[in-house]
């Protein structure tokens, strides 16, 4: 049975992120990628298509330089940030499931 996540609301999200990494960069231009689905609810799945679209357009956009390298770090980090932001355990690992099912590594404790 998948488990529903329904993530955090806007302020207790963006405090869970800086939590993990308050580097400007990212609050500035990675985070807003993902708080703007603050409160939402969704599967497993769901979840990893947030991150890597959130990833996707933090690569692609202004400015553009150092941010392949950082994507590489920011993919490295997934479990991170999916441990911020899900707070139930059976859903974390349905997700760190998900995410090493598509060749996504995943350190699953801290």
Request: charged share 25%; aromatic share 6%; glycine share 10%.
């Amino acid at each position: 049975m998948t488990t529903i996540i329904t993530l955090p609301d806007r302020d207790e999200m963006a405090n869970r992120l800086v939590a993990v990494d308050g580097s400007g960069d990212l609050v500035r231009h990675f985070y807003p990628r993902l708080l703007s689905k603050a409160g939402k609810s969704s599967g497993p799945a769901g979840f990893v298509v947030l991150m890597n679209e959130a990833l996707g357009n933090y690569a692609t956009g202004s400015p553009k330089e150092g941010r392949p390298g950082r994507v590489v770090s920011l993919i490295t980090r997934v479990g991170e940030f999916t441990r911020a932001l899900v707070d139930d355990e059976a859903a974390r690992t349905e997700i760190f499931d998900v995410f090493e099912s598509a060749g996504v590594p995943v350190r699953r404790e801290v």
